[in-house]
């Protein structure tokens, strides 16, 4: 279920990063006033361009969490962005599979008593996944990007995206496993439906 969106860029600059100096853009979006940012090398004016369309994880991206892959993901498509000479990265705030950072850490309590990680989320009466990716599709747009080649493994993401206009070839993102993440890699394989090889 898409949520009634509309964004306006609210700051730019450019942004040197071990993997090139990218081109950085926040946008605001409306009604719920989140900021979002886009990270951008190259020209992205030739379709299909290289996309990472990635979920805030401040445990995994900022403080390099263990439990999941995520800070792994970005970081490795900044890597393949900075390869292929151009693309895009759109860093969306939605902690916790969009359920926000209090019960995505409740949710990791739970899990530590046995539960996966679908089965935390609905103890806590969150769905399994509360993303949305229409505002993913609205930057894109605004972007001038209709077509990509999506950085994911995960399915609703892309679905989302192609219901909302945007051209998808998905190139399957797969980060290897470590003992603390493993049992949730395979629970969002075998719930979720992401295409994980584990």
Do not use: W
């Amino acid at each position: 279920m898409s949520i009634d969106m509309s964004i306006v860029r609210t700051a730019s600059s450019k942004l040197p990063t071990p993997y090139g100096i990218f081109e950085i853009i926040v946008y605001r979006s409306a009604p719920d006033g989140r900021e979002q940012a886009v990270l951008f090398l190259g020209d992205t004016t030739k379709p299909p361009v290289m996309t990472r369309v990635h979920s805030q994880c401040i445990t995994g991206d900022t403080f390099l969490s263990l439990r999941c892959d995520c800070g792994e993901q970005l970081h490795k498509s900044m890597e393949l962005i900075s390869k292929n000479g151009s693309g895009v990265i759109l860093y969306l705030a939605q902690e916790g599979r969009g359920i926000g950072l209090s019960d995505k850490v409740r949710a990791y309590a739970l899990q530590e008593q046995g539960l996966d990680t679908v089965e935390a989320n609905e103890a806590l009466d969150k769905p399994a996944d509360a993303r949305d990716y229409g505002i993913a599709a609205l930057i894109l747009k605004d972007l001038g990007i209709a077509s990509v080649v999506l950085l994911t493994n995960n399915p609703d993401k892309r679905e989302q995206l192609i219901a909302h206009g945007i051209a998808v070839v998905e190139l399957q993102l797969n980060i290897a496993p470590n003992e603390h993440n493993r049992a949730y890699l395979e629970t969002k394989r075998s719930k979720l439906g992401h295409s994980i090889s584990i």
